[in-house]
């Protein structure tokens, strides 16, 4: 079991916490981000960079808090742009999404 212990600014004035209990298992790794962490084309650039580590759009989905019409939303804002394609093995990031996911990385400082 993993114990996560919440704070808030009214439980933590009055001395309080909230504890939840989540069952342990270490045959799943996951990174949840939080979609309302990354606004406008940062998404895009976090798409693109789970696409170049090899991920499937379920595995995307999951990453991105299991908000499956976000991540549909972004994959084919990305192949309508030209971004991504479809190839044999699963999406693929082209050549000009690349250019555009490091411009989008390096101007906005953003590490993915």
């Not at 790794?29 to 940062?42: D, F, H, R």
């Not at 499956?68 to 693929?92: K, R």
């Amino acid at each position: 079991m993993v114990l996560i212990s919440l704070f808030d600014s009214k439980r933590a004035a009055l001395g309080r916490q909230t504890s939840i209990a989540i069952p342990h298992s270490s045959s799943i790794m996951t990174t949840v981000i939080e979609p309302g962490s990354l606004s406008g084309l940062k998404r895009a650039a976090f798409i693109m960079n789970c696409i170049t580590t090899g991920q499937t759009k379920d595995e995307i989905t999951r990453t991105m808090g299991g908000d499956a019409q976000l991540v549909a939303m972004w994959l084919s804002f990305l192949q309508h742009n030209h971004w991504i394609i479809v190839g044999p093995d699963g999406w693929a990031v082209t050549a000009k999404g690349a250019m555009w996911s490091k411009k989008i990385t390096d101007e906005t400082n953003v590490a993915l």
